[in-house]
């Protein structure tokens, strides 16, 4: 669970496909990620393409490479949104994920 800190593709509003920098709220117990930590992060899914709300939303940590977006762990429960094609970069996490909507 996080909190949005910071939009970093310099737009107002928050959609899917956009990178911003998450703050920790929870952790997992054995895991790497801490409670306070600030990550890069993917919003992946949401209730519609253009969020109303962040707490709706499915975020993805990520490592930035050159133009692409590597995901930090090796799996994605759940569906992705189908928007993230048209964006340079997220073609990675569409491999991991099951589905698409």
Same mark, same amino acid.
């Given at each position: 669970?996080?909190?949005?800190?910071?939009?970093?593709?310099?737009?107002?509003?928050?959609q899917v496909g956009h990178l911003v920098l998450v703050s920790v709220l929870k952790n997992i117990?054995?895991?790497?990620?801490?409670?306070?930590?600030?990550?890069k992060a993917v919003i992946v899914t949401g209730k519609t393409p253009y969020l109303d709300t962040?707490?709706?939303?499915?975020?993805?940590?990520?490592?930035?490479?050159?133009?692409?977006?590597? @995901? $930090?762990? =090796?799996? +994605? &429960?759940? @569906? $992705?949104? =189908?928007? +993230? &094609?048209?964006?340079?970069?997220?073609?990675?996490?569409?491999?991991?994920?099951?589905?698409?909507?």
């Amino acid at each position: 669970m996080g909190r949005v800190i910071k939009i970093l593709n310099k737009k107002k509003d928050l959609q899917v496909g956009h990178l911003v920098l998450v703050s920790v709220l929870k952790n997992i117990s054995n895991s790497k990620i801490r409670k306070g930590d600030v990550h890069k992060a993917v919003i992946v899914t949401g209730k519609t393409p253009y969020l109303d709300t962040v707490k709706s939303s499915i975020l993805v940590k990520v490592a930035s490479k050159g133009g692409d977006y590597i @995901p $930090v762990g =090796s799996r +994605l &429960k759940g @569906p $992705v949104c =189908s928007v +993230l &094609k048209k964006f340079n970069g997220m073609l990675k996490i569409l491999h991991l994920s099951k589905r698409t909507f």
